[in-house]
């Protein structure tokens, strides 16, 4: 099958005559995600296809194959995910209501899966084609975020990339459940609305009356998480606010609930130490009360880390994070965990390596033999009168082991790390 080439954005489409745009889109299992968003005045039409992944000529059985291959760890590289092409009249229809639609019509919690459909081929995805739809996407993921941590959902894992790769799926896949309506659909949201008020926020344009009025309201405690909330206190036309947003907000997958707000009082109910005099602020509120603050940012990403680390790990774990300190062997309560899942930061909540690559090594620490993409990066470490190379999570900085020549097959790599900082997550 060849790669589809696809139309350029806002030119005539042939039923309707009128200029459209288009975005790809992923939902989990296409069928049921085709039938949802068709249903959206102002779609034109919907496709479903495949995305995102490394090959540009392959078909659903080829992807179903290498997923089995990846999950059992006998092949490497990113799988595509099943999508769907969305084609829109934005006359009619905006982008932001696209996306909202698709916030709402699935989970876009749960990493590689889709209720019961697991596997990456399953991921919920964003695909974009040009830097607005970028910037909107990541706006409406912030925004739905919020709602969602309201409502006690975990953080986004939806990701947003370029779009590469896009190969129309076969005939039999399409309009599959107008061709078959009692089949599989396999889709289910989370019941949490996109707030109406988004589209303002998320495009930055000047707000109204109305919407100033609404994020100048004090935040009420009741309403957030009473053990442990971050609020981060912003001000408007605040440079350093929107660059603390698109460097660490517009990423965050830490477990830990985040709101933001423009009152310079704290939520209702709870207490501050003292009053603000920068912006951004952050401040860790637990049962109500401020316990730790971090006030100014100007692009000092792993200072923030390394703070927030501080008030999230245990003594010990700090001591393997922050002093390059090694756990005994055999002390990992994951060492033995066998479980499919994923291995993520335990400050920024970022998937550094999963299940299928963890490995008996009989040394007594967790051991892997090939991380996330991009998750890690390596350091030269002369300490101790050795010359080995350390492993550091590239999200957080924090110092998580060392990689050696001794592996198995594909990587031939041991990735040798403590795991006090891992956090396990099963699928």
């Not at 989990?28 to 000529?57: I, N």
């Not at 953080?155 to 061709?179: F, V, W």
Request: with cysteine; hydrophobic share 35%; net charge negative.
């Amino acid at each position: 099958m060849e790669k589809t080439v696809i139309s350029s954005p806002l030119e005539s489409h042939p039923n309707t005559g009128s200029k459209t745009d288009y975005i790809v889109l992923g939902m989990g299992c296409f069928w049921g995600a085709e039938k949802r968003m068709s249903e959206v005045t102002g779609v034109v039409d919907v496709e479903s296809g495949y995305a995102g992944g490394d090959s540009s000529g392959v078909g659903y059985q080829q992807i179903l194959n290498h997923e089995k291959a990846l999950r059992a760890g006998k092949a490497t590289g990113r799988n595509h995910a099943e999508v769907i092409k969305i084609t829109f009249d934005p006359e009619k229809v905006t982008l932001e209501t696209v996306l909202a639609k698709f916030w709402e019509n699935h989970n876009p919690t749960q990493g590689d899966r889709q209720g019961n459909d697991i596997g990456s081929n399953y991921r919920s995805a964003i695909y974009y084609h040009d830097a607005a739809q970028k910037e909107l996407a990541l706006a409406t993921q912030k925004i739905y975020q919020q709602a969602l941590n309201t409502a006690g959902f975990g953080p986004i894992t939806t990701e947003i990339l370029p779009l590469r790769n896009y190969i129309t799926a076969e005939e039999y896949h399409q309009d599959y459940l107008k061709k078959n309506p009692n089949g599989y659909c396999g889709l289910g949201g989370t019941g949490v609305k996109y707030p109406a008020s988004g589209q303002k926020a998320a495009q930055n344009a000047p707000l109204s009356s109305e919407a100033i009025t609404d994020r100048q309201e004090m935040l009420d405690g009741k309403d957030l998480n009473f053990s442990q909330q971050l609020v981060i206190f912003e001000a408007e036309n605040c440079e350093f606010c929107k660059l603390f947003d698109k460097d660490i907000l517009n990423r965050w997958q830490a477990e830990i609930p985040v709101i933001t707000t423009i009152n310079t009082n704290p939520p209702a109910g709870w207490t501050l130490e003292k009053p603000l005099f920068a912006a951004p602020t952050i401040v860790l509120f637990r049962n109500g009360k401020e316990v730790s603050r971090y006030t100014g940012y100007n692009g000092e990403q792993s200072n923030f880390w390394k703070w927030l680390g501080f008030q999230l790990l245990s003594p010990e774990q700090q001591k393997i994070a922050f002093e390059q300190g090694t756990e005994p062997p055999f002390t990992a309560t994951i060492l033995d965990e066998k479980r499919p899942g994923k291995f993520v930061d335990p400050v920024t909540g970022a998937t550094l390596f999963l299940s299928q690559t963890k490995f008996d090594s009989k040394t007594g620490w967790p051991s892997f033999f090939d991380p996330i993409e991009g998750s890690v990066t390596l350091h030269e470490d002369n300490s101790h009168g050795m010359k080995r190379i350390e492993v550091r999570s590239a999200s957080s900085g924090i110092h998580l082991g060392h990689v050696f020549n001794d592996g198995p097959p594909p990587s031939f790599k041991r990735y040798c790390i403590n795991g006090n900082v891992l956090k396990f997550i099963p699928d």
